[in-house]
Each structure stands twice: as structure tokens, then as C-alpha cells.
């Protein structure tokens, strides 16, 4: 049964459910032992922080920063902090110093707790730059501080301001007085200019929130659920705020690159993901399969086609297998499904929600085949996450992105465009009073920018109306922004940045021929055609190396991890260029096709 408190006694109210049964699993920084923390000791950690926060002086609603990988100290601080009524704004990990100091300017951050050694050293050599910021305090204790940094303290060290909790009353009496108004995390996502928005988030969208998604997705006490997203992404904050609700165990992964290490350590039976992680699912099982002998293959493909027919012909419409087809099925799902999902960790498989980015019908299909519920949704930082998803016990369609979660209220405007009203969408950015208003219609509907169709109750996205990317592990992207840093360079002329449901950023790029060709002769190419100027080893070894120097500033996601140089520049003679010599990326992505593609091939 699920316990929708507001979110300052929350895990104080689990606690006095569940005692000392286990909450937590985790590893410490730098270790590989997993570990465990029951609801009493995550609750008593809570109280620890609420108390260390007003004995380092935060206010109601003040600003704080969590600049860390996810870790159990991310979470105490989330709680802690709403248990004196602060607000937090979690950074990722990966964030470049550029944000860094953007965010800690924008929302005036006082305090800024971080994770490992990287993170630390980005904030120090921002700090002299941000005027608000007082203090660091790091999670890692083996973190080698500046040896003139007197403004840094340990989290160890920071707890102990809160020990015995001296002040317990007034965290009492904080937590009693605050409201669903209250704010409770603003959450920066990247505009098309480059600039960041805050998205402020209320403990009423998150109460709102936590009850829609009880009512459709089923998670339970006795899960042990995976969290290996950022919790700085709003899917993944919500998804563990929503586990935490009904009990279930946390399995915290601080290393995105070894879930499925982690996976087959800890046996999880949720997990939420971007539809990345189900593509290289996918990918190493049909590697193996490819490798295995004829006879296996076609086993497996039998298999894989009786798979589809009972989980997505039947089960998916709300059909009846044949007993025929459930006796085949239910042999090959105890034998070969069975290998593959151990193989993977998934002993006792439950459900898996994965948004984020467009899922590939093909993936989706295979997933369900093999007997994992991957339940796909549709949601915005700005909606707390989840609009729409699969919806426990009723039928989907493969390529939908689910139905709408109760309390809200969807239309599609004359342009096709998801519009969105109800109690867990946001009422506006921090500091920008602006674009809030721009975001919504008259009528008060948030406008998403996404354009998509309603179809027997379910959504289906078509494509994004904002130019703004979304890579397929869910990182947005914007190719303006990184496109006027490259452009400063003096051996490009033009480019266009790909991204778009893609893996990671590439570019097609028109370079200055004339600059270029004297590059090559001063390397003793002399007389070579455009084509092979453009495809010369070292050219583009030296354009990478120009390009790699200038994307330092942005975070990892965001930097073009290959580009091709092409003989021909873009015009308006060929459709690629508007009369204001815009790029027309519709135009670009299908002309190019296969150049692109050839950039995403492994």
C-alpha cells in the first residue's frame, strides 16, 4: 500500500513502517562490496541532515545544489533538506563548469554538495566565480581537497553539525508547516539557446504525481528496484520518490557504465531506462546469437516469433493466448527466456518503465517477446515526468507511448502539438517570467513542443516541434548552441549538429575548401580533389583535433563525437537553407541519410 505523504515526513512515515527491514543498497565510493541500509537507519540519516542544514544556516526555501552521481548521501540530502523546508536542484555528473556556474548564479546557492573527485574540482575552480557560494561539502571522503580551500568540509564532517539532532524541534515544527505550495526541487533542463531553465517543482505535483502513477503502475513493496539514471533527471527522481512510497528496496548504481554488472550483482525486478540501454540489450543478445551455430539461431528465432505472437498478438490487445501457444511459450519462457533474463539479472523480472526518447517498435517488440515488461511512457521534467504510459492490466500498442495518467487533462492543437493541463504540471521557470508565459496558452494548457496523435486512448508521438535534441539516452541537445561555438573556427563554414534520437551528437560540416586545401599542401597533398580533400586522414584528424578543443566547455553529451567533412556546401538552390539562410534540418537528416548513418554505424 502505498504512503503519499508529503515529501518532509516521508521517509520518517516509512520508517515507522517498515522498522528495520532493508531500504538501501548500495556501494561506497570506490568499492565494490554492496551494502545495505534499513528504513530506520535512512530515516535517522534524514534527520541527521535536517539538523546539520539549519546548524550551517539554510532558510526556509533556500536554494541547494547536489552536484553528484547518484549515491545514498544524494538521497539524504533530497530528504533532509525537504525536511526543513529547503529546496533542491540536482546537477549531473557530468555537468560542465559552464552550468555549473550558471545554476549556482541563477538560483544564488549557498551550499553545494558533491560527489567524487571531479565534481569537486569543477566547483572549486567555479567558485571564485559564483558570489553566493559558501561552502562545498563532499560525499567521497578519499576526495583530495585544495589545500587552500577553507570553505570545503567532508560529508562526515558535515553530519556531525547534525548529531543528536540538536535541532529536532525546530525540524518538528519546520515539517508541520509546510505546504504542497512549497517548492521542492527546480530542475535546470538546456534551452535551444544554450540557456538553461529552472523548472520549478512543487511537493503538490510530486503528491500528485506519486497517486496518478500508484494507480497504473505496479510497483510494490517487496521490489528491489535499480536506479541507475541520474537522479538529476526528473524520470528518475520521480520513479525512486515513487518506489520509496510503496516500500520498495533501492538498488542505488553510482556508475552508469557497469549497470549491468550491477544488475546481475543485485537481481532487481524494476528498473526504469532510456530506450539506450534496451538497444544494447538487444545488440550483445543478437551478437551472441549471430555467433552461436545454424541450429541455435533458428531455435532462437522460433522462440523469439512464439514470444511475439503470445506477448504482443494476445496479451498486448488483452487477448487470450490459445492453450496451444501458452504451453509452447511457457516451456521456452522457463528454459531459453529464463537464460537470457539471468543472464541479464533479471531473475524475477517485474516491470521496467523506459521513456525518456523515442522507443523503437522493433526494440519494444523484442523486449516484450522475451518476457520483460517494459512499460513505455511519455513525460517532461515540466509534467514531473510521467503523461502518459502502459497502464497495468490494460491493453498497449507497440510504438505508443501509453495512456494518460489520471488528473490530467491532453489536447492536440491545430499544429499537432501535445498540450498538456492538470495538478503535476509546473507553473513556470525560475527567473524567467517570459518564457513561462510564452509556454502556455491562453486557455492555460503547457504547450510541450512535441506534435503527436490520439488513437483508441493512446498517444503516439510523431516528432518534436521545439529544435531541440533529444539523444536516445535521453539527454537533450542544443545544436544551435553547439553549432555557433564550432562555427568560430576558421575551417568551417557550415554545419549541422545530429542528435536527434541518436546515440550521440554527430555533424556534417562544410568546411572553408580554400583553408583547407592549403592545409593539405602544407602537408605535401598537392592536386587532390575536393572529395579526397574531404576524406584525407589527416584533415580530419586536425579538424578533430580544433573541434575538441572548442567543445571543452560543453558537458560530454553534448560534444560531436564524429563529424564528416563534405565536398559540397549546403544552399538554397537545394531546399537545405531557408531564404534567411536557416537550415532546414528536415531537409538536411534526409538528403544525408546515409552519411549519417554511416556515422552511427558500431
Known amino acids: 500500500m502505498q504512503t503519499n505523504s508529503h515529501l518532509s515526513v516521508l521517509v520518517h512515515d516509512q520508517a515507522k513502517n517498515y522498522g528495520n527491514r532493508e531500504a538501501l543498497i548500495y556501494q561506497d565510493f570506490g568499492n565494490e562490496e554492496w551494502k545495505s541500509l534499513s528504513w530506520n537507519d535512512f530515516s535517522t540519516k534524514v534527520k541527521t541532515v535536517s539538523n546539520a542544514l539549519l546548524n550551517m544556516g539554510v532558510k526556509v526555501q533556500e536554494n541547494i545544489g547536489v552536484f553528484s552521481q547518484n549515491c545514498p548521501q544524494y538521497l539524504f540530502c533530497d530528504y533532509g533538506a525537504w525536511g526543513v523546508r529547503a529546496v533542491t536542484i540536482p546537477f549531473y555528473a557530468t555537468s560542465s563548469e559552464q552550468q555549473i556556474q550558471y545554476i549556482v548564479n541563477d538560483a544564488k546557492i549557498r551550499f553545494l554538495f558533491v560527489g567524487e573527485q571531479e565534481q569537486y574540482d569543477k566547483a572549486?575552480?567555479?567558485?571564485?566565480?559564483?558570489?553566493?557560494?559558501?561552502?562545498?561539502?563532499?560525499?567521497?571522503?578519499?576526495?583530495?581537497?585544495?589545500?587552500?580551500?577553507?570553505?570545503?568540509?567532508?560529508?562526515?564532517?558535515?553530519?556531525?553539525?547534525?548529531?543528536?539532532?540538536?535541532?529536532?524541534?525546530?525540524?518538528?515544527?519546520?515539517?508541520?508547516?509546510?505546504?504542497?505550495?512549497?517548492?521542492?526541487?527546480?530542475?535546470?533542463?538546456?534551452?535551444?539557446?544554450?540557456?538553461?531553465?529552472?523548472?520549478?517543482?512543487?511537493?503538490?505535483?510530486?503528491?500528485?504525481?506519486?497517486?496518478?502513477?500508484?494507480?497504473?503502475?505496479?510497483?510494490?513493496?517487496?521490489?528491489?528496484?535499480?536506479?541507475?539514471?541520474?537522479?538529476?533527471?526528473?524520470?528518475?527522481?520521480?520513479?525512486?520518490?515513487?518506489?520509496?512510497?510503496?516500500?520498495?528496496?533501492?538498488?542505488?548504481?553510482?556508475?552508469?557504465?557497469?549497470?549491468?554488472?550491477?544488475?546481475?550483482?543485485?537481481?532487481?525486478?524494476?528498473?526504469?531506462?532510456?530506450?539506450?540501454?534496451?538497444?544494447?540489450?538487444?545488440?550483445?543478445?543478437?551478437?551472441?546469437?549471430?555467433?552461436?551455430?545454424?541450429?541455435?539461431?533458428?531455435?532462437?528465432?522460433?522462440?523469439?516469433?512464439?514470444?511475439?505472437?503470445?506477448?504482443?498478438?494476445y496479451l498486448s490487445r488483452g487477448k487470450r493466448p490459445p492453450m496451444s501457444l501458452s504451453i509452447k511459450y511457457n516451456t521456452i519462457n522457463k528454459t531459453l527466456f529464463a537464460k537470457i533474463r539471468k543472464e541479464l539479472g533479471l531473475v524475477n523480472p517485474n516491470i521496467f518503465p523506459t521513456a525518456g526518447a523515442a522507443i523503437s517498435p522493433h526494440i519494444e517488440e523484442f523486449v516484450h517477446s522475451v518476457g520483460i515488461n517494459m512499460i513505455a511512457g511519455y513525460g517532461l521534467t515540466e509534467s514531473l515526468a510521467t503523461v502518459t504510459c502502459d497502464h497495468h492490466g490494460e491493453p498497449y500498442t507497440v510504438g505508443s507511448v501509453g495512456r494518460l495518467v489520471d488528473g490530467l487533462e491532453m489536447k492536440i492543437s491545430e499544429e499537432g502539438e501535445v498540450l498538456l493541463k492538470g495538478p503535476t504540471i509546473f507553473k513556470g521557470y525560475y527567473n524567467r517570467k517570459d518564457v513561462t508565459e510564452e509556454s502556455f496558452t491562453p486557455d492555460g494548457f503547457f504547450k510541450t513542443g512535441d506534435a503527436g496523435y490520439i488513437k483508441n486512448g493512446e498517444l503516439f508521438l510523431t516528432e518534436r516541434i521545439k529544435d531541440l535534441f533529444k539523444t536516445s539516452n535521453g539527454k537533450y541537445i542544443a545544436p544551435q548552441m553547439v553549432e555557433s561555438r564550432l562555427m568560430v573556427d576558421k575551417y568551417i563554414d557550415q554545419i549541422a549538429i545530429i542528435a536527434d534520437e541518436r546515440k550521440f551528437v554527430s555533424a556534417l560540416i562544410v568546411p572553408e575548401y580554400r583553408l583547407l586545401e592549403a592545409y593539405a599542401q602544407s602537408r605535401g597533398k598537392i592536386n587532390l580533389s575536393t572529395e579526397e580533400l574531404c576524406a584525407d586522414a589527416d584533415v580530419n584528424a586536425m579538424l578533430k583535433e580544433r573541434i575538441d578543443t572548442l567543445q571543452q566547455q560543453f558537458a560530454y553529451y553534448e560534444q560531436v563525437k564524429r563529424f564528416t567533412i563534405l565536398p559540397a556546401p549546403f544552399t538554397m538552390e537545394s531546399g537545405e537553407l531557408t531564404n534567411t539562410l536557416k537550415l532546414r534540418r528536415r531537409v538536411v537528416n534526409e538528403r544525408y541519410k546515409a552519411i549519417i548513418d554511416k556515422m552511427y554505424e558500431e
Open 124 to 313: 572549486k575552480r567555479v567558485m571564485s566565480l559564483c558570489p553566493t557560494l559558501e561552502r562545498i561539502v563532499v560525499f567521497d571522503a578519499s576526495v583530495a581537497l585544495n589545500r587552500s580551500d577553507a570553505n570545503a568540509i567532508y560529508f562526515d564532517d558535515f553530519l556531525k553539525l547534525g548529531e543528536g539532532f540538536p535541532r529536532q524541534t525546530e525540524v518538528a515544527k519546520l515539517s508541520s508547516e509546510a505546504t504542497f505550495e512549497d517548492l521542492a526541487n527546480i530542475l535546470y533542463t538546456s534551452g535551444t539557446t544554450g540557456d538553461s531553465k529552472g523548472v520549478m517543482l512543487t511537493y503538490g505535483q510530486y503528491h500528485a504525481a506519486l497517486a496518478a502513477n500508484a494507480k497504473c503502475v505496479n510497483v510494490r513493496e517487496e521490489d528491489r528496484v535499480l536506479d541507475f539514471l541520474p537522479f538529476a533527471h526528473i524520470f528518475e527522481k520521480a520513479w525512486a520518490i515513487l518506489s520509496v512510497s510503496v516500500g520498495a528496496r533501492l538498488i542505488i548504481n553510482n556508475d552508469p557504465k557497469r549497470v549491468q554488472q550491477s544488475m546481475r550483482e543485485t537481481n532487481p525486478t524494476c528498473m526504469s531506462a532510456v530506450p539506450r540501454f534496451w538497444e544494447k540489450v538487444y545488440a550483445g543478445v543478437m551478437e551472441k546469437i549471430e555467433n552461436s551455430s545454424t541450429v541455435s539461431q533458428r531455435i532462437f528465432n522460433y522462440a523469439l516469433s512464439v514470444g511475439r505472437k503470445h506477448n504482443i498478438d
